[in-house]
């Protein structure tokens, strides 16, 4: 390398971008080093700027790159590098950082960083329920965990959340689990207020077990009985309602003790000394025995219900029976008359309701008289009725082999059985013997399809009865602890919406099937069906209304982002509702496909209104972007004018580029057109800027003084400089002169190592030869052509 290669301009000042590049990455320079600032944020070259935000690693360089960068790749990359800082703990997150980030990056920063003072900081910032549903979970903060859960509007949720973190943190659990009971006591839940009332029982008993002073106990009582007013007393078991009322009665007799004997009635005498009529008063009792007594107390009291039923019912069981008792002598009246009357319709009309075995022991003697007159009316009916019992015995017969239905065959066959009963009178003989069997003749066909009918029947029958194990069972194991047994109207208050329908739809599916059962079991099974459907009623009529009053909410913030001008932020809010709606599940079919209309109509709305600004947007970036092609056209043309004309233009030229940089155009094919006009602009300049330095150059050469008569240290001065300026220009001297300038260099080094004088520039070295005397004509003119190739070699 030449000596004169020290006097280049340095690579990273290069207008070829590759070497700008190569020298930014991997130069040390310390004038690179000083300036990477300044070409991290002024250099032409997108790939240069970033090359030299990344050596500086300058957070404020970030900030203002990510803010002010023509290039949308380095603002990407810039944000990314402030935002990693931001997380790290770089920067600090303070109230104006934070105004800087968008949801996504609130989000991920609430993620990432370390500091459980700023996550929950960022956490306050943020609204998406998912992102607060997941947080309540991860956060690493247990407190940040717990302020999370009180966010959180959804039973279903905090079941979850509660269900999974008994696993790693129990108070999250508990808390999840307290707040769910709170949104279902707030929504007026049976199972839930079974559930508190239970609660606050077990912990009045404690107030009543714990030693404590009078006054927190007067307080924790006056506590509880205000809550124990707040829930619905006809929710409530008779069974819970006597546990409270035991224990606060406790309470209360803790809260006024018996006064302490006055010295006058105490004296100072001994037991002994007592006379025979005084009884020592017995101790109080303990507060375990005061709670013991409570829970008998309770369990008396249901067992005294369960007793006043079952004496209810055996009362009206008697009273039935008296009814029946006393009737029976006023029947044992009509039939008598009847029989005087000879009215056979009626005699057995009333006979049919008579029940020896209620008789009184008067009517028990008027019964046996009339024994003898009902075999002498049975006796006429047989020889009346001889000749119906004939026609029924050959209606019966007339049935075989006419190939009937086997359900119309029998429904005739139990006509004419009907018939026969009534006709028929005590005794067997051969017409009754001649019906029944062809009854069964008759009946022997359609045995089979009656068999296999009944199988079904059974089957189905088996299958409904399963169905019902499994739906009590369900809705069974929701029921609350302390719950009394019959309370399943709130049973179902833990199932999940989709099984409560899913048993609803089987129901009534069940109740349309019916006529596969016996006729037998059909009224029962209908019971038991439309109590099912009454227990599940009105928990999904609760629940469809929670759903729609959650799914207004939703519209409301639907309908509220219609102003949302940020794309990216309408497409995760919108994104975020769609999520949260689906979750909600199921409700009224009707109003469910009103509200979703509602629903998707603000959305539409505001993605409408989004378009609507779009194309606004891009009208004026359209309209920009024709100011701005104009711009560069102008550009353009105020440097296409010659190499002298560049000079003139500068002014022009540098109004246009501020007024380019103020427009902040984000067009790559107008910035192409644009750094080229600039960079044509710069080059003429510069070969203008070198012209005129060799012009300069060379004045200097032609300025020296008219020749004299020379001298030998005057072309020894002058050969010396000439070696000098060849040196700098990395020029060979001519064949004769090789061992003179290999001398002069040995020289010139003696003299550096002495500390003699430094390099200097050419203009400097020119200005010496200018001012050189003792040289003559005919030297000056051969060294001053050499010093012009030189300084043609060097422009």
Not at 227 to 235: H, I, K, P, V, Y
Not at 271 to 279: K, Q, R
Not at 425 to 449: E, I, W
Request: charged share 35%.
């Amino acid at each position: 390398m030449s000596l004169f290669s020290a006097f280049r301009k340095p690579a990273w000042q290069s207008s070829n971008p590759a070497r700008r590049l190569a020298a930014v990455s991997a130069g040390n320079d310390p004038d690179l080093r000083a300036a990477l600032p300044r070409l991290a944020l002024e250099d032409p070259d997108a790939s240069i700027r970033r090359e030299a935000l990344r050596r500086c690693d300058d957070l404020a360089l970030f900030a203002s790159a990510m803010k002010n960068d023509g290039d949308g790749g380095i603002r990407h990359w810039a944000r990314e590098r402030w935002l990693a800082a931001v997380s790290d703990g770089r920067i600090e997150a303070d109230d104006g950082v934070l105004s800087l980030l968008e949801g996504d990056e609130l989000e991920q920063l609430a993620i990432r960083h370390g500091s459980a003072a700023l996550r929950q900081r960022l956490l306050q910032r943020i609204n998406r329920q998912g992102f607060i549903n997941e947080r309540a979970l991860a956060d690493p903060d247990a407190g940040i965990r717990l302020a999370l859960v009180e966010r959180i509007d959804t039973v279903a949720v905090l079941e979850r959340i509660a269900d999974k973190a008994r696993r790693f943190d129990k108070r999250l659990a508990r808390a999840a689990r307290d707040r769910a009971d709170a949104l279902r006591l707030a929504s007026g839940d049976n199972a839930a207020q079974a559930r508190r009332a239970l609660a606050l029982c077990q912990s009045l008993e404690q107030v009543m077990r714990e030693p404590m002073e009078l006054d927190a106990r007067r307080a924790r009582l006056a506590s509880h009985e205000e809550e124990w007013r707040s829930l619905d007393a006809e929710a409530l078991s008779s069974e819970l309602h006597a546990r409270f009322a035991g224990a606060r009665e406790v309470i209360l007799a803790q809260l006024q003790p018996p006064p302490a004997p006055s010295p006058e009635a105490a004296g100072d005498h001994s037991p002994e000394e007592s006379g025979p009529g005084v009884v020592e008063e017995p101790p109080p009792p303990s507060l375990e025995e005061i709670a013991a007594q409570t829970r008998l107390q309770a369990e008396l009291a249901a067992l005294a219900e369960q007793r006043a039923r079952e004496k209810a019912e055996q009362e009206a069981q008697q009273k039935r029976v008296a009814e029946r008792r006393a009737g029976q002598h006023a029947l044992l009246q009509s039939l008598e008359k009847a029989l005087d009357d000879g009215d056979m319709a009626a005699a057995g009309k009333s006979l049919a309701d008579i029940d020896p075995a209620l008789l009184a022991q008067s009517d028990q003697r008027q019964w046996q008289s009339l024994q003898p007159r009902l075999r002498e009316l049975r006796a006429w009916q047989r020889w009346a009725s001889q000749g119906a019992r004939q026609r029924l015995c050959e209606d019966v017969e007339a049935l075989e082999g006419r190939g009937l239905h086997p359900d119309a065959l029998a429904t005739r066959v139990r006509e004419l059985q009907q018939q026969w009963r009534q006709i028929h009178v005590d005794g067997t003989d051969g017409l009754d013997r001649r019906f029944h069997a062809a009854c069964t003749r008759v009946l022997k066909p359609a045995r089979g399809f009656f068999e296999k009918r009944d199988a079904l029947r059974d089957g189905y029958r088996q299958t409904l009865d399963r169905f019902f194990a499994d739906a009590h069972g369900a809705l069974g194991a929701a029921r609350p602890a302390g719950d009394v047994e019959g309370n399943d109207a709130t049973s179902a208050g833990e199932i999940e919406t989709e099984r409560l329908l899913a048993l609803q739809s089987d129901a009534t599916g069940h109740l349309r099937q019916l006529d596969r059962l016996a006729p037998g079991d059909r009224r029962e099974a209908a019971d038991r069906l439309r109590g099912l459907l009454d227990r599940i009623r009105p928990v999904l009529e609760s629940r469809f209304a929670s759903v729609e009053k959650e799914r207004d909410r939703l519209i409301e913030a639907a309908t509220r982002l219609s102003g949302e001008t940020n794309g990216k932020r309408l497409g995760v809010e919108a994104r975020s509702l769609n999520q949260r709606w689906q979750a909600l599940g199921k409700g009224r079919r009707g109003r469910d496909q009103q509200q979703w209309r509602r629903f998707r109509a603000a959305l539409d709305q505001a993605f409408a209104n989004l378009d609507a600004a779009r194309r606004e947007n891009a009208a004026a970036a359209e309209a920009l972007h024709a100011q701005a092609e104009a711009l560069v056209a102008a550009i353009e043309e105020a440097v296409a004018g010659s190499e002298e004309q560049a000079a003139d233009a500068a002014a022009r030229v540098r109004e246009l580029r501020e007024r380019w940089q103020a427009m902040n155009i984000r067009d790559a094919a107008l910035g192409k057109r644009y750094d080229d006009a600039m960079t044509r602009h710069r080059l003429a300049l510069e070969r203008v800027k070198a012209r005129q330095q060799r012009e300069q150059l060379l004045a200097l050469i032609e300025q020296a003084p008219a020749a004299g008569s020379g001298t030998d240290e005057g072309r020894v001065a002058a050969r010396a400089l000439v070696f000098e300026a060849e040196s700098l220009a990395g020029i060979d001297p001519p064949d004769d002169e090789r061992e003179a300038r290999r001398q002069w260099q040995l020289e010139r080094l003696q003299a550096r190592l002495g500390g003699g004088a430094g390099v200097v520039d050419l203009a400097g070295l020119l200005a010496r030869w200018r001012d050189l005397a003792g040289v003559d004509a005919e030297d000056r003119r051969r060294f001053g052509e050499r010093l012009t190739r030189v300084v043609e070699r060097s422009a």
